[in-house]
């Protein structure tokens, strides 16, 4: 049992080191990801989200020194007693409580370092989840920016239509008032030239 239990042990160590990796590369990823952002306040929330994913893996770690610690005391503890103690029966029934203490031990370990496991490994899918909508979003924004900038294309070509209109029609009125003044200066001079000849 002590054996399978040691197994047990090194394979929830293993998967706590891969997702101790894992996370620092996401988290990696989330800084890269805040560098690359356009606007302040974007880079802000996403540096915001890395922290928390930061504070989260140390916190992990802590808990795994612990475990590794703990363990470690135990080890030794009982290595020290089984020394100590002589060959008689007290001993001997000393020696099994201590073993059964240390089998107990190790599975309350065993059970922490499966917790932590579990933790880290909720904490790569929070995070995968966080940089999969934090892309979307960032998706999202670099399509509204180009549609805001064909949109400010079509205004500014709108704005160029409208005054080239409103000089034209500035242009039109002027001639419509020549035009006007021309017509009626020729029918005053008609006039003049019918009614007063003499003039």
Same mark, same amino acid.
């Given at each position: 049992?002590?054996?399978?239990?040691?197994?047990?042990?090194?394979?929830?160590?293993?998967?706590?080191? +891969?997702?101790?990796?894992?996370?620092?590369?996401?988290?990696?990823?989330? !800084?890269?990801?805040?560098?690359?952002?356009?606007?302040?306040?974007?880079?802000?929330?996403?540096?915001? !989200? &890395?922290?928390?994913?930061?504070?989260?893996?140390?916190?992990?770690?802590?808990?795994?020194?612990?475990?590794?610690?703990?363990?470690?005391?135990?080890?030794?503890?009982? !290595? +020290?007693?089984?020394?100590?103690?002589?060959?008689?029966?007290?001993?001997?029934?000393?020696?099994?409580?201590?073993?059964?203490?240390? #089998?107990?031990?190790?599975?309350?370990?065993?059970?922490?370092?499966?917790?932590?496991?579990?933790?880290?490994?909720?904490? #790569?899918?929070?995070?995968?989840?966080?940089?999969?909508?934090?892309?979307?979003?960032?998706?999202? #924004?670099?399509?509204?920016? !180009?549609? /805001?900038?064909?949109? &400010?294309?079509?205004?500014? /070509?709108?704005?160029?239509?409208?005054?080239?209109?409103?000089?034209?029609?500035?242009?039109?009125?002027?001639?419509?008032?020549?035009?006007?003044?021309? /017509? /009626?200066?020729? #029918?005053?001079?008609?006039?003049?030239?019918?009614?007063?000849?003499?003039?």
């Amino acid at each position: 049992m002590a054996s399978s239990a040691d197994v047990h042990v090194r394979i929830c160590g293993q998967e706590i080191i +891969k997702y101790d990796l894992e996370i620092k590369a996401l988290v990696q990823d989330l !800084e890269q990801m805040a560098r690359e952002q356009d606007r302040e306040t974007d880079r802000l929330a996403i540096l915001s !989200e &890395t922290e928390n994913q930061r504070r989260q893996m140390l916190s992990n770690q802590t808990a795994w020194r612990k475990a590794n610690l703990a363990c470690k005391l135990c080890i030794d503890h009982s !290595e +020290k007693d089984e020394l100590l103690q002589g060959g008689d029966y007290q001993s001997t029934r000393q020696r099994k409580v201590t073993k059964e203490c240390l #089998v107990e031990t190790s599975s309350n370990i065993t059970e922490s370092l499966m917790s932590i496991s579990r933790m880290m490994s909720e904490q #790569v899918k929070q995070t995968e989840d966080t940089i999969g909508t934090l892309a979307t979003s960032s998706r999202t #924004v670099l399509e509204t920016n !180009e549609e /805001f900038k064909s949109m &400010t294309g079509t205004i500014h /070509f709108g704005r160029k239509l409208i005054l080239k209109y409103n000089r034209r029609e500035l242009t039109d009125k002027l001639l419509i008032f020549l035009a006007l003044a021309l /017509f /009626f200066a020729t #029918v005053l001079y008609i006039l003049k030239k019918r009614l007063f000849p003499f003039i």
